[in-house]
């Protein structure tokens, strides 16, 4: 082992390093995020901002598309990260792994080029497969598409084929059915169908489903082990409620996904349906958290490391808030046919995103650098520990300013747009005009800096912390040891 507080790849197993590898591109699509947040964010006050050479559209597209990214490859470095301590095997197929990262990273890059540099094609196949596919928030090329489902593929045999080959605890024959969901739902997108309905039918399975439920699994999978590792809870307690979780997700996640059918054409009873089971799906995840916690109160609430354990329980809560409150707020039919792709929509998706997403894999990154600087001291009193909270208070600042923003600028389209006007043209730009709107774009931008700032922060903390610290990590009583199959 390396002297603490040094950076040494001697510290970390070979699916670890593999792992800090993905980290550190979901970091660097984590500030591409962020930057095209903000051009887009200025596009809306100033339309003429960047226009023909940047347009609002494929910033936006930039945006969201970063965003799925740069979580995609955070999960899959969070499980690399787990996967050998949780099975007691080294990586099956490590080598593979490594290939299919590099080859995903160079997929990403010459996506991301076609998006600034070509932007926009004819409507005709050759477009699809190289440019863009004009589905909203999933734009990939087609090629792209296949790509990743290919690298989803290999992954899920990386994982299935460790736990195989070692030991299957709860966790992992959670993670490894989940997988299965992760590379088949996406490809609900990939085919043309001419119905419309039908169209945005599919694009729902992958937009939501996809996200909301496998994503959903996986991090439960991940807090589970989280936990686990940083406050010493008993492995029964994290696998009960993530036994929870899947029940509930694929039991009324499915059903859930009806809310997105309102408007396209399916028959009425998705109106009760999808309105009804929306609300159910985080609540198992909020329950795993605050019973850990109460759990931990054995060694009064000592974890082995602070940071992480701070942005778990932010994911727990931002999760329940997020996709939870916020999205409950204006899923049901009768609300949803007023908020229905207004900023509401937008201050929903901001919040969900960041707090059931964004958090846990940020977590999993301060569980990577403390092991990767020898397993170094991130408990209290932390040599620089201030940058860490500090990132964490303005990142969460800067998104519930965003959440709010967008949520006052929201209900007035939805009252002078959608009530008073009707849905019409005139109604959309009375709405666009009314000073509410307007100032709701002034302060999602105001936040939108503060956001950033607190980005900035958390780049810093994250290449530092633990650097001038000479004592070990603070060892939290394990109370059970993982489950043979």
Partial sequence: MAALG?????????????????FTVAIALFAAQVLFGLLAGLQYLYPDFLYGVLDFSVNRML????????????????????????????????????????????AVVAVVLVYLLVQVGPGELKSIWLINEGREYIEAPRWADIGIVVCVLVFFYNVAATFMKGRFTGIGGVLVLDLVALAGLYTAGMWYT???????????WVIHLWVEATWEVLVGCLLAYGLIKTMGVRRKIVE????????????SGILGLGHHYFWIGTPEYWLAIGGFFSALEPIPLVAMVVHAVFDAGHHKLKSTNNPALAWMIAQAFGNFFGAGVWGFMHTLPQINLYTHGTQWTASHGHLAFFGAYATIVIAFVYLAVQKWRGNVWMSGELVGGWKWKWALFLLHVGMLGMTMALLVAGYEQSQIERAIEGSGWMGYFAGQAHPWFQQGMVWRMISGWTFAAGFVLLAWDLMTIGKRESRPARSVEMREAPAMA
């Fill in 194 to 204: 001419p119905n419309i309905s039908m169209d945005q039918h599919w694009w729902w």
């Fill in 63 to 106: 945006h969201i598309n970063a965003m799925v990214v740069w979580l995609l490859f955070g999960f899959i470095g969070a499980v690399y990260w787990l996967l050998e301590d949780e099975s007691g095997v080294p990586v099956v197929g490590l080598a593979l792994g490594n290939l299919i990262f590099w080859v995903f990273t160079l």
């Fill in 240 to 251: 009960t409620w993530l036994y929870i979780e899947v029940a509930l997700l694929f039991g």
């Fill in 6 to 22: 040094i950076l040494d790849s001697a510290n970390l197993n070979g699916g670890q390093k593999l792992a800090v590898k993905y």
